[in-house]
């Protein structure tokens, strides 16, 4: 029974050290083994965290990222190649099979070394548009790092990322962030699994270094337009991260200092950046659990906010309920954060909603967290079922960027009135005229019954019952 014990003590081991919810095996694809130095303080942040890292080269024999369908590794990691290819290993459909079956995948991109087709073509599967041109660059006259770009201007240098409020914020805490000749993406418009990071400035343009023009007159994207850090987060919650500059990642511009348009020398927080951005692609951060999903019959005593003062009827997740039944629904859910679950919070102008639905919603209404444990927060509604009998299903359906899709679905059966559950005809207002009708004519034929018997004919004396010819 030892080794039982040193088994499980081993499993359970293995999970506290891995940082992700989805895995700690990472793959890097680095196609020259020198380079592996300039990213030593990204490896070493991945390491601390729990992962395990394995290099390989694009075009190694061995390298597979499915074997009989199931998942080699749990993330991959594209640094830029030299050569115009990834190998017969990494093509687009096959990158595509492996988020398909749950991998998530960062992609660094290089205007000096250009980007591979099969990188392009990967890209525009998921409708992120690249420059036809390899070597493209951004570049941006009002927002450089003067100290290694006083000429080219191709050190963008860009704010911290800014959402909507109603959007959860995973890289906060931010200066300034250097993105040394970068790939500028353009992102569909059709697609709304697609999120933009960082984008670029309103200044800035693409360009390609080997035009000998002094003047672009058509560039590929201008202004916001331009996406330096895009994010796709797939059906399945799959995601797939874009760097437009693998420099950004390296540890020169980790903690680097950088000198402005306006003369002011500020450190960079590219390291930082890196943190959070492969955190949010490997699914350290932003990843939703759920609990217990429970509904079931109320009672309704007072009228307060919330469903504090709600008593349960019945037995918990019946299978079918009556028309016109007060129904409580309740359900658990965690987000994961860097090493473990807690408590779900939605922003402010944002809300969790519940559907009960057939074809269409009935009802579509506020989710309210009631209470919360350590690892969760549990939200819950109370409401009337429609005055409509079929199959329904109560539903949580909650898609927002940068946190994975939640669907939860729980059918039930909605059924008539029984003939003893309807009301009784003198409790409906709308029926006491016929009531009343009903016993007009009931009294008023006792009444004509009552007259006719006790008015009989007058009859002379002496000829009562006689017949008179």
């Known amino acids: ?114 980007t591979p087709a099969a990188i392009s073509s990967l890209l525009l599967e998921v409708d992120i548009q690249l420059p036809p041109e390899k070597t493209s660059q ?59 990071i960082i984008r670029a400035g309103s200044t800035a343009y693409t360009y390609n270094p080997k035009d000998d023009a002094d003047v672009v007159e058509e ?22 991260t874009v760097i437009g500059s693998s420099e950004a990642l390296e540890d020169t511009w980790f903690n680097a200092k950088v000198q402005t348009v306006k003369g002011e020398t500020k450190k960079t927080s590219n390291r930082k950046f890196s943190q959070q951005l492969t955190s949010w692609t490997f699914k350290e951060t932003g990843v939703l659990k759920v609990g217990k999903v429970e509904h079931h019959l109320s009672s309704l005593p007072t009228k307060e906010n919330g469903n504090t003062s709600i008593t ?39 809300a969790l909603q519940l559907e009960f639905t057939m074809l269409s919603p009935f009802h579509r209404l506020p989710l309210h967290p009631i209470r919360t444990t350590p690892n969760s927060s549990i939200f819950s509604t109370t409401f009337t079922l429609p005055d409509q009998h079929g199959i329904f299903s109560f539903r949580v359906n909650y898609k927002r960027p940068f946190l ?26 709308g029926g006491w005229v016929w009531i009343a ?14 007259v006719w018997l006790y008015s009989e004919p007058a009859f002379e004396d002496g000829k009562k019952g006689k017949k008179t010819q």
């Open 404 to 429: 994975t899709n939640l669907d939860v679905k729980r059918e039930v059966t909605v059924r008539h009135f029984a003939h003893d559950e309807y009301p009784r005809s003198w409790m409906i207002s």
């Open 138 to 196: 951004v570049v941006d006259h009002f927002s450089y790092d003067v100290a290694s770009s006083s000429e080219n201007h191709d050190v963008l240098l860009t704010g911290a990322p800014t959402f909507h409020s109603d959007l959860k914020n995973y890289f906060t805490g931010l200066d300034i962030l250097a993105f040394p000749r970068a790939v500028g993406q353009e992102l569909g418009n059709a697609s709304p699994l697609l999120a933009p």
């Open 312 to 350: 349960q009827v019945g037995f918990l997740n019946p299978t079918i309920y009556r028309i016109k039944n007060d129904v409580t629904f309740n359900i658990e859910i965690s987000e994961y954060t860097t090493t473990h679950y807690s408590p779900l919070t939605i922003p402010a102008p944002d």
């Open 219 to 240: 560039p590929f994207a201008v202004g916001d337009q331009i996406t330096l850090v895009s994010a796709l987060q797939a059906r399945n919650s799959a995601r797939l």
């Open 1 to 114: 029974m030892r080794w039982i014990s040193s088994l499980g003590l081993a499993l359970f081991a293995s999970c506290v050290a891995a940082v992700s919810s989805s895995g700690s095996r990472l793959l890097v694809v680095l196609e020259d083994a020198a380079e592996k130095a300039k990213y030593d303080l990204l490896w070493g942040d991945l390491t601390k965290r729990g992962y395990s890292i394995s290099f390989e080269s694009p075009k190694a024999d061995k390298l597979s990222l499915l074997k009989y369908g199931e998942l080699q590794y749990n993330h991959l990691f594209l640094l830029p190649p030299k050569s115009r290819g990834l190998g017969s290993s990494l093509t687009p459909k096959t990158i595509l099979e492996f988020t398909k079956n749950g991998g998530n995948v960062l992609v660094a991109l290089s205007g000096e070394s250009g």
């Open 437 to 450: 009708g009903i016993w007009v004519t009931v009294l008023g034929w006792l009444g004509f019954v009552a």
